[in-house]
C-alpha cells in the first residue's frame, strides 16, 4: 500500500492511529526504547490552553526573517530556495474553544473576491461541529461565517458532523458551497439516527447559512466535492457510512439552481477531482487510483464514460486560462505531478513534487496565469519533517523552488508547529498564498488545533 492511500484510510477513518509505521526494532534499540518508555511514563502531562494563545494577547503576529529559507536537510538536485525571504501573519482560528478529537483542517480552500476562505472541525462524535471562515488580507481579520451545529440543530444523541472534507467552492451566484463528513467511521449508523450527510451553504456577505439538501446519497457521507461556479452544478464522491454497505463510492451532480440531483452511480472518486470551467465537464478516476479516467458531461445527463489515459488525482487546480488542470498523486517514489489538457483531453506526467521524505500533497493551487503552482507537502502531518515548506512550481521550467521553510521558526518562536495542510489557496495575482495548517502545541505530538498563515510572496521570486 503506498503512503498516500495509508494517508487516505487514516486521515478519513482514524486520525488517533499515527502517521507512519514504527520501524522495526533490533536487539541494541530495546535499552533506548526502554528509557524513552520511562521518560514518557515520568513525564508530567501536558494540559493545553483553549483557545489557542499567542504570547502577549496578540491575535495576530508579522514575521519575516532569513531563517525562512534554511533547510533543515539536503535538498534534491535542482530544487531551489528563494533569494528574499517572505513577510508571512500567522494567528489561530476562532472557535477553538475547547478540546477537539482533534481540531484539524480536512477539505481544500478557495480564494474569492479578495477573500479567503477555509474551514476546520473539531472531529467529535458522534456529535460534531465543523465552522467555514473568512479571512480579510486588507484588515487581516478571520470571521465565522458557517457553523454546522447551529445549522443542522440536530437533537440530542442524533448525529452531528465534525468535519468538512470536501474542497469550498464559491458560486456565480456568491454563495459558498461545501459537504459535509463524519469525526468518525463507527457512528455513521442507525443508532445515532443516521439518514447521510448534507450539501450546505453560506452566503460570505451576510454569513446566512442554510440547508441545500440533506442525504443526497442516501446513507453516504460526503468526503469529496467540487464546484463548478458558472454552471452551479457541485460534484461529488461519497463514502458509505457503514461497512456493510457494499455499494462502495458513488459520484453524484447536484443541480443546486434546480434543487436537483443530476446523476449518482457506482466507481466514484475518493477524495478529488478535475473540472473544466471551459467546457463543464468533469473528468475522475474512480477511488484512489490512476485509472480508468472517466468523463462525465452535465449536458447529456449520461453515465460517465471511460477515456485514454491514466492519471493520479487527489487534488487539482483549477483551469488555468491555457486550458490546462494540474493534479497531484503519490505512489511510492513521491509525489507525481499531472497535467490535463481540456481541449485535447490529453495527460502529461511533469515528475515529482516532493523534496523529501514527505509525499502527501493534498492541495495544489494555481495562480491566475498558470505559470506558479503552490504547495506543501507532508499533509497529514508530517511536514514538519520537511521543515513544513511552502513550494513554488514552475509549469513552464519544471523547477521546484521552495519560498519558505516554516518550521522550526513557528515552534521556537511561538510554540506552536505547523504539521501539515489540506488547503493552499493562492490569489489570482500570485502576490499572497495562504495556509491553513494543523499544528501542534506540544513538540512532537499529534496536531491539537488549527492555524493561518498569510504568506506574502516577493515580488523577485514570482517574475
Not at 94 to 120: D, F, H, L, M
Amino acid at each position: 500500500m503506498s503512503h498516500l492511500a495509508r494517508c487516505w484510510s487514516v486521515g478519513c477513518c482514524a486520525l488517533a492511529l499515527m502517521f507512519l509505521a514504527a520501524p522495526a526494532w533490533s536487539q541494541e534499540d530495546a535499552p533506548k526504547a526502554k528509557k524513552q518508555a520511562e521518560a514518557k511514563k515520568a513525564a508530567p502531562k501536558v494540559e493545553l490552553e483553549y483557545p489557542p494563545k499567542l504570547p502577549g494577547g496578540e491575535t495576530m503576529v508579522t514575521d519575516t526573517s532569513p531563517d525562512f529559507l534554511i533547510a533543515t536537510k539536503e535538498l534534491p538536485a535542482g530544487v531551489k530556495i528563494a533569494k528574499t525571504p517572505p513577510t508571512v501573519d500567522f494567528m489561530f482560528f476562532p472557535e477553538q474553544t475547547y478540546r477537539g478529537n482533534p481540531w484539524s483542517n480536512w477539505g481544500e480552500s478557495v480564494v474569492a473576491n479578495g477573500k479567503y476562505y477555509c474551514a476546520i472541525g473539531d472531529h467529535l462524535a458522534p456529535q460534531g461541529c465543523a465552522y467555514v471562515f473568512e479571512y480579510d488580507p486588507e484588515t487581516k481579520k478571520i470571521r465565522t461565517i458557517l457553523n454546522s451545529k447551529k445549522l443542522l440543530n440536530m437533537p440530542e444523541g442524533h448525529y452531528a458532523p465534525g468535519k468538512f472534507h470536501s474542497r469550498l467552492g464559491v458560486g456565480k451566484d456568491g454563495w459558498l458551497y461545501c459537504t459535509t463528513h463524519r469525526g468518525s467511521t463507527t457512528i455513521t449508523t442507525d443508532e445515532y439516527h443516521y439518514k447521510g450527510d448534507w450539501i450546505v451553504r453560506t452566503n460570505p456577505a451576510t454569513a446566512e447559512q442554510q440547508i441545500v439538501q440533506a442525504a443526497p446519497v442516501p446513507k453516504h457521507c460526503l468526503p469529496c466535492a467540487h464546484l463548478d461556479p458558472d454552471r452551479l452544478i457541485l460534484y461529488g464522491g461519497s463514502a458509505t457510512g457503514s461497512n456493510k454497505d457494499t455499494s462502495g463510492i458513488q459520484f453524484w451532480a447536484y443541480d443546486l439552481a434546480n434543487h436537483k440531483m443530476i446523476y449518482s452511480g457506482p466507481d466514484g472518486p475518493a477524495r478529488a477531482m478535475m473540472v473544466s470551467k471551459s467546457t463543464g465537464k468533469v473528468y475522475y478516476v474512480p477511488g484512489n487510483g490512476n485509472s480508468p479516467l472517466m468523463r462525465f458531461d452535465p449536458a447529456t445527463g449520461k453515465a460517465p464514460e471511460k477515456i485514454e489515459g491514466e492519471i493520479g488525482i487527489r487534488t487539482s487546480t483549477d483551469e488555468t486560462k491555457d486550458g490546462k488542470i494540474y493534479t497531484a498523486q503519490g505512489n511510492a517514489s513521491g509525489t507525481e505531478l499531472y497535467e490535463f489538457d481540456v481541449k485535447t483531453e490529453k495527460v502529461k506526467e511533469l515528475g515529482q513534487l516532493a523534496i523529501g521524505g514527505e509525499r502527501y500533497v493534498a492541495a495544489l493551487s494555481a495562480d491566475a496565469t498558470g505559470k506558479y503552482l503552490y504547495y506543501s507537502p507532508g499533509a497529514h502531518g508530517g511536514g514538519y519533517r520537511d521543515g513544513s515548506p511552502l513550494l513554488q512550481y514552475n509549469t513552464k521550467t519544471g523547477e521546484r523552488k521552495v519560498i519558505a521553510f516554516l518550521h522550526p521558526f513557528y515552534e521556537k518562536k511561538y510554540g506552536c508547529a505547523v504539521q501539515g495542510t489540506y488547503a493552499v489557496s493562492v490569489t489570482p495575482d500570485g502576490s499572497q498564498v495562504f495556509i491553513c495548517w494543523n499544528a501542534s502545541r506540544v513538540s512532537g505530538k499529534v496536531w491539537d488545533c488549527c492555524a493561518l498563515t498569510a504568506i506574502h510572496i516577493p515580488a523577485s521570486e514570482r517574475e
